[in-house]
């Protein structure tokens, strides 16, 4: 149990940290609707991830932060989708559809939008309601990245990349393992725009092994959450 008090001075320390963390100032100043800007730039810088022209999809995508760096960066040559259970304001050049990936009818809205064209990019800034209990939240962290390795697997062009936000802790060995058994060239990166103390890092897998369109995954993980 939490001690009296103790709740509201670590709410006014992240209260205290947020006001004053040099990527928040920036977000507001250029725009952007969260510091998550960041972390995607840096991925982009180290990877050179992102053209102009390309198809990317945004899973997780709310509050939008994400998006309007692909917008900036892709323009109105290439194809953005967006997706989240959030509803977030419209960014420009961006479909957003909101639902919950796991379900099927979403996929399938998903996948019309895309029309048949093969995705150079998938990212991921996924994450499950946090209930506290370490393993549990691991657990549903991994059917998180498995499902959008999954998706990867069916849908990524040849040399194409996924970015998956994932935890260090229980299951995150096994994670890596499973983009080095499914990607030729595999990648941890921990943004500077990350806060120190976050567990978050993302895993990037670089040109998937299996032909385009056949997914890796030998089942569906499962969907219960």
Not at 118 to 135: C, E, F, K, Q
């Amino acid at each position: 149990m939490t001690a009296p008090g103790k709740g509201k001075k670590r709410n006014k320390a992240w209260l205290h940290d947020h006001i004053n963390d040099p990527y928040v100032k920036l977000a507001q100043r250029e725009g952007f609707r969260a510091r998550a800007a960041y972390k995607l730039k840096e991925i982009d810088e180290q990877l050179r991830l992102l053209q102009p022209g390309q198809v990317v999809v945004d899973l997780g995508a709310a509050p939008g932060a994400w998006s309007q760096y692909l917008s900036r960066k892709l323009g109105r040559d290439g194809l953005i989708v967006a997706l989240d259970v959030l509803p977030f304001e419209p960014v420009d050049g961006v479909v957003f559809i909101q639902g919950d990936f796991r379900e099927d009818a979403v996929l399938a809205e998903l996948e019309r939008h895309l029309a048949g064209r093969r995705v150079d990019v998938v990212l991921s800034d996924m994450a499950p309601n946090l209930s506290g209990i370490a393993a549990a939240d691991a657990a549903r962290m991994a059917d998180l990245v498995e499902l959008a390795l999954e998706f990867a697997g069916r849908h990524l062009v040849a040399d194409g990349a996924l970015v998956c936000k994932a935890f260090h802790g229980s299951g995150y060995s096994q994670l890596a393992e499973r983009f080095k058994t499914d990607f030729r060239s595999f990648r941890p990166i921990k943004p500077k725009a990350s806060r120190a103390r976050s567990a978050e890092t993302f895993l990037a897998g670089l040109g998937p092994k299996q032909s385009p369109g056949r997914s890796a995954a030998s089942s569906r993980p499962d969907k219960t959450p």
